[in-house]
């Protein structure tokens, strides 16, 4: 456990960026990645960056559960590694790859078969929906093997190998973004696969990343033991086993409300593309460009966060309560500064943003009005996002869960709805910067460490 000592000793601004900054670089390349498979896509025309943006919300779901569970791995972890707990530590670690496989397994399953009359609530267009079920099949079969690879990834984190992460990360955004056009438009000696050739690419990024991470842990030991094999001979998981059935609470008890906060956006997309549909299809269009655009900067302030759950989940552990607080501020202006330059970057551009998604004039106009007027949230949420994170490091996962639901239910989806009807599309673009600015004030009075 010596390695590890590192996080309760080094000064907290230098700590915090060699944490993060491995994480905020392969989060801006996972976020390019996103960008780039939608302008190919976009590329075989609207219908099909249309079913991408509506087949978002199933797909982000999967990935909630999954990066939701592993950052309930991740905060077990690492307190138990603050706390010298090495038998712990390497049981929250070795049942997580379980637990996420058979995670992986029944969500598969469920979303293969689900995501056909999912489609059909928000389209009457046949070829949307065939796009649709066409990407999201092949998807969907990968998601074992994403469900795993997040937790891989969490496992690293929470040892503080952050650069490890970010290099099996980068290895899997770049394999995609290599592999989308060969297989979506057939170059050289691949088929032309089209809207299949991106969801393949993006499957085998997993297993690549997936594969990355586990092999990270072999050639570099963790300070603590993987031991499936033991753990599925045994009837842990469903024996008298209080110590693991314990375990398994307390990662749920982070996992789950984590994972809601993660799959809360799946509710708040589909509920405001029903509210959109009633204007125009463009405006579903913007909303899905939207939400493909803000992941560079959520997934970037997502890295830093990611970097300090280990931190402040060793230091809470460890009791060092004011390195909690230390960590807490250092965040909290990096994220800052990542909005603000986003919120910029809106204003400035809106057109070339929306141009990567689509050529029609009359969209692109409907996406610069969003862009412009969304924006004006983004240095709030950076308060939300950060208090959030904090709470889910140090095991307060409803708390984390109350933010939540303020930011993507419980203040967005009324005020969508009220000011639609009011001022027409605009009004649902205006409930985001709303929505940001109330949750952060609500965020203040739920810090964990005042």
């Given at each position: ?75 077990a ?67 074992p ?53 991106a ?63 993660l ?52 230091n ?8 909690v ?17 986003g ?65 993507y239910?419980?203040?967005?989806i ?37």
């Amino acid at each position: 456990m010596s390695d590890q000592t590192f996080m309760k000793e080094k000064p907290i601004l230098p700590l915090v960026l060699s944490m993060s900054i491995p994480m905020v670089m392969s989060m801006a390349v996972n976020a390019g990645y996103n960008i780039v498979d939608s302008f190919f896509v976009a590329k075989m025309g609207e219908e099909a960056m249309t079913a991408l943006s509506l087949v978002y919300p199933m797909q982000n779901l999967i990935g909630a559960v999954a990066i939701g569970y592993g950052v309930g791995a991740c905060s077990a972890i690492s307190f138990f590694l603050g706390a010298k707990c090495g038998r712990e530590a390497d049981a929250s670690a070795t049942i997580g790859y379980i637990i996420s496989f058979i995670h992986g397994v029944i969500l598969a399953v469920l979303c293969i078969l689900g995501i056909r009359p999912f489609l059909k609530l928000f389209t009457e267009s046949e070829l949307i929906v065939e796009y649709g079920c066409q990407y999201a099949y092949i998807v969907f079969a990968f998601s074992p093997v994403f469900s795993m690879g997040m937790h891989a990834e969490k496992v690293l984190q929470a040892a503080g190998r952050m650069t490890d992460t970010m290099l099996c990360m980068l290895a899997g955004c770049i394999f995609n973004i290599i592999a989308d056009p060969l297989l979506i438009f057939g170059i050289g000696p691949f088929p032309e696969l089209g809207i299949r050739g991106a969801a393949i690419a993006t499957g085998l990024g997993y297993v690549v990343a997936f594969s990355l991470y586990v092999g990270a842990g072999v050639v570099r030991p963790l300070p603590l033991r993987i031991r499936i094999g033991e753990y599925l001979s045994a009837s842990v998981l469903i024996g008298d086993a209080r110590s693991e059935h314990s375990i398994i609470r307390r990662i749920y008890a982070v996992g789950i409300p984590a994972a809601l906060n993660l799959a809360l956006p799946s509710l708040l997309i589909s509920s405001l593309n029903a509210i959109l549909a009633g204007f125009s299809e463009g405006y579903v269009l913007v909303l899905g460009a939207y939400y493909k655009l803000q992941t560079f900067l959520y997934l970037s302030a997502n890295g830093i966060i990611q970097g300090i759950r280990p931190i402040v989940g060793y230091n809470y552990g460890a009791q060092e309560y004011e390195r909690v607080r230390k960590t807490e501020s250092v965040t909290l202006g990096m994220c800052v500064l990542i909005m603000a330059v986003g919120t910029v970057l809106c204003l400035l551009i809106p057109d070339k943003l929306i141009g990567l998604f689509t050529s029609n004039t009359e969209t692109v106009g409907y996406g610069m009005s969003a862009l412009r007027i969304i924006s004006a949230g983004f240095v709030f949420s950076a308060v939300s996002v950060t208090i959030s994170g904090v709470l889910e490091g140090v095991g307060k996962g409803s708390s984390s869960l109350v933010i939540s639901l303020c930011r993507y239910i419980i203040i967005i989806i009324p005020a969508a709805f009220i000011l639609s009807r009011m001022i027409g599309a605009n009004g649902v673009w205006h409930a985001f910067w709303i929505s940001e600015l109330l949750t952060a004030l609500i965020s203040f009075k739920l810090r964990p460490v005042k």
